[in-house]
């Protein structure tokens, strides 16, 4: 990787006025699990990095009958805290599937949620794609069995972080501190489809840090979640599920279905909520739902397959949810 | 022949026990120090620059910038691109240049300083169209390369005598080594002697290499691998343009200099296993005999290099034809990689052998047992496919497609294997007894994990009445004489007997002095649990310490090499597999494999043992998930590294049962490997009886196996 | 020539401005007061030239001079000479680097040098006592769970974590444990048998 100087700021106001000065070349150093790679691909090149893992908090608070969590706590600690187990299951699931034991120990909250696209064209120096400075993505007229199939062009990427699937479901906010103060944002306006932010996946600006995860109480809802990958020691899911279901009696009231690795985004579908409402949960609603959920996928060229994954992980999460076993 | 003292004891004390790997408390603790671990005083750190292109002329290199960075002490070009008619790239990842400087971090400063100079040529990475004729002309004579064809019988009398026919395409991806140390060298000259510290299967081989190359003799250089990080074919036949650079950036800058590839360069450009596909059309008679095989296969071992193959692979039919294309394209060249050509030509095989099979209701088993070759040395397949089914719970085998309900389904697969795996001299060994009891055996060979270090020592312990760990191995130098590579599954076969002759000789010549202090003949004298004594007469006797005491300030010596009657060749296996695959994702889960396993008489049991369980492992990341992955347009690779190229990880690991049968009239047989050749066609074989659907092609991704078993519905 | 990666050239600042940033009047305190201006407060940088970095490595203190760019791995391997662990992939994959910091196992090719000072690493360099190997060590040896070696060190690491955390794990918490190391050679099988006879730090 390209030299950096190096700052380690002691608190969050230290943190975000070692990013300002020199916004562009500067990056934040969460668990680097993510940078340390692209940097030594030269896939990003800052000039100093500012190490946040003591600035930021990394504990968990409770809040408004919800949690806060902050950015820099380690998926490790996310994946065994009792609290978020018992709250909101879906993340502890997510977060204890993201990566290897070696990996969890280091990765942050924050790190996670922001972290850049694994899309192989995006992380070969060799070409120069729309998230570089480049003119195209490489990905619809060449190997795109892992790429999009919903909500994508003109990039094709699928967004990266486990986590973002839970706790957009969840109703998360996301707190940015910046030069000019904080803001909140909820994680549905937080990540951005390519065709309103072609180079970023969501609404960070470079001079700003992700603070807090924000989890409102969760109500009365239960939690499913499930994950597809190919191998089972450490692979990227081929495509995950979290779905949250809030019962009349034996029919589903409401339902929040979220699917991760699908779409430049965690997706959010309407459709497959559509199909759950007023519905009691069995493997045919549960398919048909699913079924839903993949009405207006775009499959390229590759990456047909992933419509039958998707489904399947639809379909098994919204099964969990109601508390029935699944493969 | 007559019994000679030489020939391996009817009851060994120690050879085909197991001893724990006598380097194994080097490696746990980290002591052992691998090439990449080598620190020289005053060491540089050096860096290829390589060619991102697969096609390209080099106009101009401009190695300036790069010695103008900090740290940079010299750099060197591979060959005078400017100036010479050989200035053209052919793979991405092709060597142009290198630079040392005195840390890594400034050597790749240094090495992405390096302004190259490109003239971009279209190139040819796609098989079909290199077939087709749509590919660019790339290489001189042509991208397609015919074979020799063979055939045998009346193939049309042969199709006209079947009751079925069967027809398919089949193929196997272009796979890496993925050693986990990478290729590299410690290149340190005192004068005009060069050391070479090299991550090598052949000390040997290396030193021959880098004395040509240099235009140095031979006896000016010494090579050291004492440990290495695999190198399973890719670190056999050269030292690489790394090697050489590493040799000439040392003169250079006059300073030893480290220079070891990362794993996006290993993937690239230090060897693969050729791709292979197949057009098979085979005809089956209604007893099961298939009389006529007629087979076209291409496939693409890179730059200029081949990508044969076996095919048929072990059954035969009387009539058969087979015609092989080798298709050159703008990649790394291969190089051999564990059992060259037999994993292609198994899987190729195997799987057209299951829809033979079925098209006439035959059992599997039965129908490769009816389709044997029916003359071959050490022809086991038979006994060891009932045995391994007996044990294995064929029975309970269902037909093609498992019928339980739910989206899971399970199913078996079975396969064979073969290989040669012989010795030969010269491999000379030196035994050393010192008075202080200690025990030296020293030959030229390496240990490239196999265990050939606990080999020496066991079988130099047995012949001595000791312990293994009593017992120095000296390998890895060639200042320990010269031995051949290890490759082909040749270095047990080969070492074996030279180590026993020494260990033996110098036994006698221990005797000699022993037998005055005892006052009893020599040869009544046995070595024994650490004893040297009258044999039944343990009494009548001293102890190893004792005994060498008598030696005197001159070490015994003992010479020994190869002699026949201690080794021979060919090995047999079959192996079987199953499988749970989940029809609604396509994810295929290992549950369990069975290998049967001969290798003639087993020196080294636990370490046998560890090579099947590698070889399988190797195999199975063969039929799930390893696949060179090449950008259709710009032929460049997607996944030089460990994240996109998959290798099985603890959790994806089956149960493996390994059943070593054991064959001692026939002498020491190498293993390395027999065992990694059919696991992917019983996996494959597996799949194919749990859904219903014939898996043609590997690797066996959730999205092969999900458009094949569409493929199948429409 | 123009830098050809992911640096946001020409990215606006106000960018934020065309997305809904939602009143959350409803949320409880908000969490700090905005940070004051950006001239206020900043730590010095270090680098990216050579720097003082003091480790705590088995033990012993080790003072280098590098840049902060050097990662743990590198910082061990080569200038410290402890060459146990080693690099596989240097991308947090394979698991060959595996250290031991403050407890966890981590991928020391993905930690910079600079960001563990203070903290406690161990590696495969410090495991055994003299001859006296670690019961994990001494496992690996009797189940041959090792076969060209490179791995093993990083197994090793692993392994001494996860039974450190959890010394009577499962045969199912042992296999996701070791889920971050890739063998090549294929050792896997005994690796899982010599971690198994390890419980509560003792042989069994």
Redesign the interface.
Known sequence: ??????????N???A???L??Q???SMP?GG??DL?????D????????V?V?TALESTVTP??GGL?IGAAMKM?DVAEHPEILRMYPAISAAAIEV?????R??ATVGGNLNQ?P?C???R?????CF????DRC?SP???N?FHAILGAGPSFIVHPSSLAVPMLAYGA?F?L??????????AA?YF?LPR??L??EN?L???ELL??V?LPAPGNVKSGHYE?R??????WP?AFATVLIAMNGSVVKEAKVVMGAVAPVPWRSAEAEQALVGKSITEATAAAAAEAAMKNARPLS????KV??A??AV?RAILRAAGIQT? | MANSEFDWPAKPSLVGTRVNRVDGPDKVTGRAKYTFDINRPGMLYARMVRSPYPHARVVSVDLAPALRMPGVKTALLVRDFANSKNNRVMFQGDEIAAVAADTEEHAMDAARAVKVEYEVLPHVTIVERALDGTAPAVFNGGNVRDARPAQAGDLTAGFAAAAKVVEGTYSTQVITHTCMESHGTVCEWSGDRLTAWISTQGVSGARENFASALGIPQANVRVLCQYMGGGFGSKALSVGAEGLMCAKLAKAANAPVKLMLDRKEEHLATGNRPSAESKIKAGVSADGTITAFEAESWGTGGAGATSDFPLPYLYQSKNRSRTHKNVFTNTGQQRPMRAPGHPQGSFHTEIIMDELADQVNMDPIQFRIKNLPPEAPNAMWRSYLLEGAAEFGWSKRHATGDKTPGPIKTGMGVSINTWGGGGRGPSPAHCEITSDGGVIMRLGTQDIGTGTRTLVATITADALGLRASQVRPEIGDTAFGVSALSGGSTTAASISPGIRVAAVKALDALKEKVAPALGVPAASLIASGGRIHVENEPGKGMSWADACKQIGPQPITADGDWRAGMSSSTTSGAQFAEVAVDIETGIVKVKRILVLQDCGLVVSRLTAESQVYGGVIGSLNFALFEDRILDRNTGQMLNPNMEWYLLAGMSDIPRIDVRLKDQPERGVIGLGEPPTVATAAAIALAVRNATGVTMRSLPLTPAKVLGAMRQTRA | MAKKDDSPDGLKLDRRNFFKTTGLAGLAESIAAPAEAAAQSTPAAVGPGDVPVRLNVNGRQIDLMIEPRVTLLDALRTRANLTGNKKGCDRGACGACTMIVDGRPVYSCSTLAIEVQGKQIRNVDGLATGDRLHPVQQAFCEKDALMCGFCTPGFIMASVALLEKNPNATPEQIKKGLDGNICRCGTFSRIFEAVSSVKGGQRG
């Open positions: 990787m390209k030299a950096f100087a190096y700052i380690n700021p002691a969050e106001k230290e975000v006025a070692a300002s000065p916004v562009e070349q150093l680097g699990q340390l790679a692209r940097m030594k030269y896939v990003t090149q800052p000039e100093r990095l190490n893992k809040v408004g806060r490790a990566g290897t034991p070696q990996i120990n280091q850049r694994r192989w064209y995006y070969n120096e060799e070409f120069v998230k570089k400075g480049g490489f007229q060449g190997e069995q906010t707190r501190a910046g030069p000019k103060g904080e803001r909140l944002v909820p306006n951005t309103q932010s180079r970023m609404v600006a470079p001079d603070t807090h924000i597809v190919y191998k089972a020691s450490h692979d081929i590759q990456n047909g397959y039958d994954v489904k399947t379909k493969a």
